[in-house]
């Protein structure tokens, strides 16, 4: 499998879609199934950072020996990364996205995130899965209004 370090802008609104009013929002919240905890992030902000660190470890699994697998050149630019990440996702308060659109995103970042060797025990894999989850069900939802009307 290959690894790229997904933008600030793709981290950002998957981190902001469990925070955002309506059909996508558990508040930051979400069960780790692995470590059998109830997780919060108190912000998009925090989830951002999990989620663009992950994404960083992820790199460095597959082509170690360099920051984020030589994405970033140093330890500033990787601060910078994260930095934008969490400004990203602070930004995106009002960005509607479609359904199927942020659970495509959310597989996106699953496939890059995916190379540690304890990916599906990361509080980032949980948190995906409750985004995708979400996004899956008011998919399903809008479909089965679309039957009734």
């Avoid at 699994?61 to 602070?90: H, T, W």
Wanted: aromatic residues 12%.
């Amino acid at each position: 499998m290959s690894c790229y370090l997904m933008n600030e802008e793709e981290i950002g609104a998957i981190a902001k879609a469990n925070f955002k009013g309506g059909i996508y929002n558990s508040k930051g919240r979400f069960y780790n199934a692995a470590t059998k905890e109830l997780v919060q992030y108190e912000s998009a902000e925090e989830a951002a950072n999990a989620l663009a660190l992950q994404n960083i470890a992820s790199c460095e699994a597959r082509y170690p020996g360099k920051i984020a697998g030589g994405f970033l050149k140093n330890v500033e630019e990787q601060q910078a990364y994260l930095a934008g990440c969490a400004f990203a996702a602070s930004k995106a308060k009002n960005a509607y996205m479609k359904p199927m659109k942020l659970y495509g995103l959310v597989k996106t970042y699953e496939y890059q995130a995916c190379e540690t060797e304890n990916w599906y025990e990361t509080n980032a894999y949980w948190f995906c899965n409750a985004v995708a989850n979400q996004a899956a069900g008011a998919e399903q939802r809008a479909q089965e209004e679309k039957e009734v009307a």
